[in-house]
């Protein structure tokens, strides 16, 4: 059963959500969708219940159909000095700046988001599973973040994050062990304590 198109009719509404808050590596990476109002897809869901290929087959038909779509990050650097909470916000604000139009009300995954926009927003608790616009953006944020620490994991090939996207695995956390941490790490976390804030 396709997720809901809107909260409500005749409003252009935009779906915000972020990948990443509980990454011990990486960027915070958010996105911001406007879907036409009568728009439907079932294979449109929050990202994390979808498969790797499901996801990336899905891009180019959510930025083909959507009205509008953007992508943001907030660096490393922003997270270790204005918290992941903050930054997370900071990268979501960033994406509806970015929107090629302004939509009239934001749907944002979560219980709570803080921003310099004027943009009235409602707090949709899972609401990846619940309203196509912001499954889509988790869609789009997934899938920019994970091919990012892909290409990272290169570069920097102890950590597996071409498995773990940066998560605080076994594999991870023992690689920081080994090797030691790298630029790319958020100091400010503990990433060598089992903190169950950090976990998925």
């Known amino acids: 059963m396709p997720l809901l198109p809107y909260l409500e009719a005749n409003r252009l509404e935009a779906g915000c959500d972020e990948v990443g808050r509980g990454c011990l590596a990486g960027p915070v990476v958010a996105a911001a969708v406007i879907l036409p109002s009568d ?3 079932h ?3 929050d990202s994390k219940k979808l498969g790797k290929k499901q996801r990336e087959d899905l891009i180019s038909e959510i930025k083909e159909k959507a009205v509008a779509w953007e992508i943001a990050e907030a660096s490393v650097a922003e997270i270790d000095k204005i918290n992941i909470l903050n930054a997370s916000f900071l990268a979501m604000t960033r994406a509806v700046e970015n929107l090629g139009k302004k939509p009239e009300h934001l749907l944002i995954d979560g219980n709570r988001f803080r921003s310099q926009l004027t943009i009235p927003y409602t707090c949709v608790i899972k609401g990846d599973g619940k309203y196509a616009n ?8 997934k899938v920019y973040r994970d091919k990012m620490m892909e290409k990272l994991a290169e570069e920097f090939p102890f950590y597996a994050w071409e498995r773990n996207a940066g998560y605080p695995t076994l594999e991870h956390r023992a690689g920081i062990k080994k090797h030691g941490d790298c630029i790319w790490h958020r100091k400010s976390f503990k990433l060598l304590s089992l903190s169950p804030e950090l976990e998925f």
């Open 39 to 41: 728009y439907s897809n």
């Open 43 to 45: 294979w449109i869901n």
């Open 134 to 141: 912001i499954a889509a953006a988790s869609i789009l944020a």
